[in-house]
T-cell receptor
Framework: EAGVTQFPSHSVIEKGQTVTLRCDPISGHDNLYWYRRVMGKEIKFLLHFVKESKQDESGMPNNRFLAERTGGTYSTLKVQPAELEDSGVYFC?????????????FGPGTRLTVL | AQSVTQLGSHVSVSEGALVLLRCNYSSSVPPYLFWYVQYPNQGLQLLLKYTSAATLVKGINGFEAEFKKSETSFHLTKPSAHMSDAAEYFCAVRTQGGSEKLVFGKGTKLTVNP
């Protein structure tokens, strides 16, 4: 069974440009999470989808970030326009269920560098 | 609000020595606690989890952690370090209800010296 995949693995863009990150969760996982790690800081929650619906977007830093999950399958996270402080590693995770034994499976992350 | 503190951003041990990575949490409700490991160029992998059953939790690759409510700690240990244990380790607490998101510590990078 394939794990969580993310594309691209690295992205280097100029300030003001747009970047779109993609996450493919494990097949059948309804829950999809985005997290971000800025250099030197902890991994922080961005948002949570259940199927195609946003359940919690309390961690989204500002309105330059837009996440979508069309059809409840893969998800995209668009940053427009990118700023220097957006640099970091963006992780995606998915889980089948919530509750007592739920485990989030993580992808390898996308390293975003904004110059 | 729940939070996690990991003492020591870098820990260095010799091969064969005890590994001890420290984690303290803050939670107003009984916590669900996790340790994840990230090997170079890979995603986060679950090492072990505490979900209010046994206080001593055994994980993969010989790691274990003990939940101590009185100390609000969940330290990760391994009796004998192996070169392949070199990685970054993250302690996390999961919020209960709602999105059940993970709240992470800053991570501890483990170096194993030959």
């Amino acid at each position: 069974e394939a794990g969580v995949t993310q594309f691209p693995s690295h992205s280097v863009i100029e300030k003001g440009q747009t970047v779109t990150l993609r996450c493919d969760p494990i097949s059948g996982h309804d829950n999809l999470y985005w997290y971000r790690r800025v250099m030197g800081k902890e991994i922080k929650f961005l948002l949570h989808f259940v199927k195609e619906s946003k359940q919690d977007e309390s961690g989204m830093p500002n309105n330059r970030f837009l996440a979508e999950r069309t059809g409840g399958t893969y998800s995209t996270l668009k940053v427009q326009p990118a700023e220097l402080e957006d640099s970091g590693v963006y992780f995606c995770a998915s889980s089948q269920v919530r509750g007592f034994n739920h485990e989030q499976f993580f992808g390898p992350g996308t390293r975003l560098t904004v110059l | 609000a729940q939070s996690v503190t990991q003492l020591g951003s870098h820990v260095s041990v010799s091969e064969g020595a005890l590994v001890l990575l420290r984690c303290n949490y803050s939670s107003s409700v009984p916590p669900y606690l996790f340790w994840y490991v990230q090997y170079p160029n890979q995603g986060l992998q679950l090492l072990l989890k505490y979900t209010s059953a046994a206080t001593l939790v055994k994980g993969i690759n010989g790691f274990e952690a003990e939940f101590k409510k009185s100390e609000t700690s969940f330290h990760l240990t391994k009796p004998s370090a192996h070169m392949s244990d070199a990685a970054e380790y993250f302690c996390a607490v999961r919020t209960q209800g709602g999105s059940e998101k993970l709240v992470f510590g800053k991570g501890t990078k483990l170096t194993v010296n030959p």
